[in-house]
């Protein structure tokens, strides 16, 4: 008997949910590229990412995923053989110091483990010791994706600047950016890092830098042509904007997905992942209440917004997704970078991502999926963890007035 028939959701961290009217903004055939719609079109996006980031500095488009804007990012500032600092939370801080060190970039790595957010003043420490300024970057993920630890950015800040040092602060916002609340400005971020495929509910394809006048001014003896970000954040060059032919498709449904967001707000986003989190976090303390199951962060402040990551133990994690994906349509995160990749200890941690095009029913509906799974799987668990949910939904959602 299948009971996945159905409209089936990956609740997985990214690529996240595409709504309707994104898609449907992407179906269509060839574009023209030389002028007309699509290229007004490009402009319009640079003031609402601008939104999105809480920011008035510039923001260069570049066709690629994650990956590619980290390498964008550092392209941009850093000679090979400069230092950077990296207070590590997970599998992304270290894929992001992969990344600089593949360019000749040095990284001296701070190691937080895998269930606790950075701690600010070790890096201050660090930074203090630093008399000769060799540190040029501190590299920060907001929201590590594996770990779903949420890093505190305006502490970050608050170090470097109690420290005195000048190296500018990088933020990894790709799974955080259009979920958990940043402000780019506010917070004194010198290049934010972002991808189209989490909060920005766009498909995979499209990757973002924004980067303040004292990032711009680190620019080091050589660019490759590629990441160069001085033409792509200058649109009136449309060619050099996109170095090549641009992601016409993306670029519409980025159009679409951006209305969406200035239509319902960034409070108000912000707002929704955190209820849906919540209610997240209810269900699963109350199921761990007897059983295996457990937040991987302890601390609900430094909990993302956006991915929640579980321990379970093996074989259960992987029993449990197996049957969400064939019984009820969900399919689960792997867990990443938990533990080591040829180990079977891996297997005994999982993902929900929580990011983008999500509401409550959604959300219920993944968590009704866990516990029927957990039920019929016989793992131990405290019943009930769909209520301790639907009460912290019905808790921030008043009646309409
Ligand atoms: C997804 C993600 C990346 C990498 O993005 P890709 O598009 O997969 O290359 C980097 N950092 C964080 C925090 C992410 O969540």
Partial sequence: MPLANGRTYR??????????????????????????????????????????ARTEHDVAMYICNGHGAWEAALANVLNPGDLVLVPATGRFSHGWVEMAQGLGIEAEILEFGLQSPFDPDRVEARLRADTARRIKAVLAVHVDTATSVRNDIPALRAAMDAAGHPALLMADCVASLGCDRFEMDAWGVDVLVAGSQKGLMVPPGMGFVFFSPKAAAHRPDRVSRYWDWTPRARPEMYYQYFGGTAPTHHLYGLRVALDMMKDEGMEAIWQRHATLARAIWAAVEHW???????????????????????????????????????????????????????????????????????????????????????????????????QAATRAISAAAPPAS
Avoid: K
């Fill in 11 to 52: 609740a997985i961290p990214g690529p996240s949910e595409t709504p309707d009217a994104v898609q449907r903004a992407m179906h269509r055939s060839s574009v023209n590229i030389y002028e007309g719609e699509v290229v007004e079109l490009t402009e319009s996006l640079l003031p609402d990412l601008r939104g999105v």
């Fill in 288 to 386: 761990g209440q007897a059983g295996p199951l457990r937040l991987n962060i302890a601390d609900p402040a430094h909990r993302s917004h956006a991915v929640t990551t579980l321990g379970i133990g093996t074989p259960q994690g992987q029993r449990l997704r197996d049957w969400c994906e064939r019984n009820a349509g969900v399919t689960l995160g792997i867990g990443l970078g938990m533990a080591p990749p040829d180990s079977q200890e891996r297997h005994g941690f999982f993902r929900i991502g929580h990011m983008g095009h999500v509401n409550s029913h959604m959300i219920l509906g993944v968590l009704g999926a866990i516990e029927a799974g957990l039920a019929a799987l016989d793992i131990p668990h405290h019943a009930g963890g769909i």
